[in-house]
């Protein structure tokens, strides 16, 4: 979580909802799931890529494998996530960002 935690630090693309991963119980099975508020655009899919990167870095385990899903989910429906939720974006009705949304 820290690793991960770390690496969205200055790299969450506006249009992130979520974010989480998964490892298998010996930690060498990685997957890296990005939920984006629509279709993400070739930068914001750059920026999760990074993201996958600079954990995978500075990870000290073997991988066997890692996986990167990018999932297309957008505003308001229910996404799911990987048992290791490291950014959900504030969707709250109290939000203004919400409100704004609510009303396209």
Do not use: C
């Not at 790299?11 to 939920?35: H, T, Y």
């Not at 959900?88 to 409100?99: A, G, I, P, T």
Request: aromatic share 12%; net charge negative; hydrophobic share 40%.
């Amino acid at each position: 979580m820290l690793y991960a935690q770390s690496a969205l630090l200055g790299e969450v693309a506006p249009s992130f909802r979520a974010v989480s991963f998964s490892l298998s119980e010996d930690g060498e099975d990685f997957v890296g799931r990005f939920i984006f508020d629509g279709e993400p655009s070739e930068e914001a899919k750059e920026v999760a890529s990074v993201v996958l990167t600079n954990i995978l870095a500075n990870y000290t385990g073997n991988h066997r494998s890692y996986t990167e899903e990018m999932l297309s989910v957008p505003y308001p429906n229910k996404m799911e996530h990987l048992p290791l939720l490291v950014y959900l974006r504030n969707e709250d009705d109290w939000n203004s960002w919400s409100k704004l949304y609510k009303n396209t």
